[in-house]
């Protein structure tokens, strides 16, 4: 039986409140940057959500991720509350770092999310010296690596497979491949076959399968998780989806796509496709996905009250967190 036929209606319908709500809470962002609401330019992951959900559903707290700049729904499944992400992204005091950066950069350690980083691919490295520490310290935890198309064409990923290749670290690597680097096409990156037939040159597997199907997703992470605790290694997973949007809100999608090609793929939308996996089989019923929609509508609406209620960061706190105490050891250590 698969990982996925193991999960209980209770799980199925639970993952599927989370792709409604990271949606919701992304659409809802680009309207309030769009009248000036927010600050942030939102560079949103509609269309990619199935992937967040499918591969952080079912890790433990103490499993660190480390989202791409796109992987919203990550933040959501680890426990990052609605509430603490929109401040995030109103830039106040409430919010991820207290409002002084932006949710690119949003970490919460204790929940799971090491950090998140807007430079692409460098976050690969950083996971696999988490994923270090956790052999160090004789802990079967393990570590989900988020990256883009683009960022598997820079350096870090090639260190990074292969320091975790050589030492069987336990990380997974989840390329997220919505065929885009910014604008350009994946045609015009790479000339390779795949993206997932590069493991097998570190010598773990990897994997190409439909990023648009949850239970997929679910599925390959949680095989890939049992491989990385038993001490047998990485994976990579090379996720197929689409971005449904443009790179970022400033960059309109029907300036720089095929309007046939998005239509294709918003034809193939995760969400759609679970609820309608769900209604026919019974596990939900039209009345059940209304009520998700309006619980997910009344969170999103409280979170930009509490939002706009909360204070700005304080001035004098410009500096706070950004240097770490001088400690004893860094003291022994130094050369005269
Ligand atoms: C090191 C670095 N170079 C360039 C950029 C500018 N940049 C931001 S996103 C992006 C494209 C990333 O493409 P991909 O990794 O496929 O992720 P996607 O945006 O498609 O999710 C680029 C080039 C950056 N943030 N960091």
Redesign the pocket.
């Known amino acids: 039986m698969s990982y996925a036929d193991q999960l209980t209606e209770k799980d199925l319908i639970q993952m599927y409140r989370w792709l409604v709500l990271i949606r919701a809470f992304e659409d809802r962002v680009c309207e309030l940057w769009a009248k000036a609401g927010i600050m942030e330019l939102p560079?949103g992951s509609q269309g990619q959500e199935a992937i967040a959900v499918g591969a952080c559903y079912g890790l433990r707290r103490e499993d660190q991720v480390l989202p791409?700049?796109?992987t919203r729904g990550a933040f959501f499944v680890k426990g990052i509350p609605t509430r603490v992400q929109m401040a995030g992204m109103f830039n106040k005091r409430t919010g991820a770092a207290e409002g002084r950066t932006s949710s690119h950069h949003m970490g919460d350690a204790g929940r799971g999310v090491l950090v998140g980083s807007?430079?692409?691919?460098?976050s690969i490295t950083v996971g696999v010296g988490a994923a270090l520490a956790f052999r160090l310290q004789r802990k079967d935890h393990l570590v989900v690596n988020f990256?883009?198309?683009?960022?598997a064409q820079?350096g870090d990923f090639h260190e990074g497979l292969n320091f975790a290749g050589v030492f069987k670290l336990p990380v997974i690597f989840v390329l997220?491949n919505?065929g885009?680097?910014?604008m350009t096409p994946v045609s015009k990156h790479f000339a390779g076959p795949d993206f997932a037939c590069r493991a097998e040159g570190y010598g773990f597997p990897g994997i190409r399968l439909d990023g648009n199907d949850v239970l997929a997703v679910y599925d390959a992470v949680q095989t890939a998780a049992a491989r990385a605790r038993a001490g047998e290694g990485p994976t990579l997973l090379e996720c197929v989806t689409y971005?449904q949007r443009g790179?970022c809100e400033n960059n309109p999608i029907a300036t720089c796509r095929e309007m046939s090609e998005v239509e294709a793929w918003r034809a193939r939308d995760p969400i759609a496709r679970m609820r309608n996996d769900l209604l026919q089989r019974g596990i939900i019923t039209g009345e059940h996905v209304a009520t998700v929609d309006a619980e997910v509508g009344a969170e999103i609406e409280d979170a930009i009250a509490f939002a706009e209620e909360s204070l700005p960061p304080a001035v004098d706190d410009l500096c706070k967190d950004v240097y770490a105490a001088e400690s004893s050891e860094l003291v022994v250590g130094r050369r005269s």
């Not at 807007?118 to 460098?122: L, P, R, T």
């Not at 990256?147 to 960022?151: L, T």
């Open positions: 560079h791409s700049l796109r807007g430079i692409i691919g460098a990256f883009g198309d683009g960022a820079r997220e919505n885009f680097a910014e971005r790179h």
